[in-house]
């Protein structure tokens, strides 16, 4: 058992930068066995050119194959121009990786929907 926290990033897939505020940037996780608990609350402080999908670090890499055997979820709010329904994310090792669900497959322009203000709410769980 062990619990703790991590200063997370934001990564955009193609170009760009996100920068999270220093104030809302951390994320809370719980270990329990092979299994990783991590929760959280982000908010986008600057942004310069994003594109591309974006990725969320996390605090221990998954294990081989995970993101078809992991739980996860975001909310995000204050965007570009999208639906917030629209965003979807996959555990894919150290990283959650968002993308946008607003066509018949996922789609890699998440980044482009990050602003100055967008928060993210994150819950996720996987086996390390």
Same mark, same amino acid.
């Given at each position: ?9 934001? !990564?955009?897939? !193609?170009?760009? !930068?996100?920068?999270?505020? !220093? ?106």
């Amino acid at each position: 058992y062990e619990e703790g926290t991590h200063v997370a990033a934001i !990564t955009c897939g !193609t170009s760009g !930068t996100a920068a999270l505020s !220093t104030s809302y940037d951390e994320l809370s996780y719980t270990r329990i066995g092979n299994r990783m608990f991590v929760s959280g609350y982000l908010s986008v402080s600057a942004i310069s050119s994003p594109a591309g999908y974006f990725d969320i670090s996390l605090p221990v890499a998954a294990a081989t194959g995970v993101k078809f055997r992991a739980s996860a979820s975001i909310s995000v709010h204050t965007v570009a121009s999208a639906n917030l329904s629209d965003f979807w994310v996959e555990v894919n090792g150290a990283i959650l990786r968002v993308y946008m669900g607003d066509g018949i497959v996922v789609q890699a322009d998440s980044a482009e929907q990050l602003i100055v203000g967008t928060s993210i709410r994150v819950d996720v769980q996987y086996a390390v």
